[in-house]
């Protein structure tokens, strides 16, 4: 059997915007994140290990207090 392998980074972006009035250059700044989750793609558990990845997200974000009416799962 072969381990998963995940890797996450957070970074910054930025959008650089003109306003049409008094021509003001300015650039906005953003943090993002991004999280990989890799499985190998012979191996015939992919299933199993998704639906457990979707339950563990989701546990952990009704953990750090989002509101669940708020969320959306969307089914594949």
């Not at 558990?45 to 953990?63: A, C, F, G, H, R």
């Amino acid at each position: 059997m072969k381990i998963p392998f995940g890797i996450a980074q957070i970074g910054k972006a930025f959008r650089n915007e003109i306003t049409p009035r008094n021509y003001i250059f300015r650039a906005r700044e953003f943090e993002q994140m991004e999280i990989e989750y890799f499985i190998a793609p012979d191996d015939d558990v992919w299933p199993v290990v998704y639906k457990d990845w979707i339950e563990t997200s989701w546990n952990w974000l009704v953990k750090i207090g989002l509101d669940v009416h708020k969320m959306h799962l969307l089914e594949h």
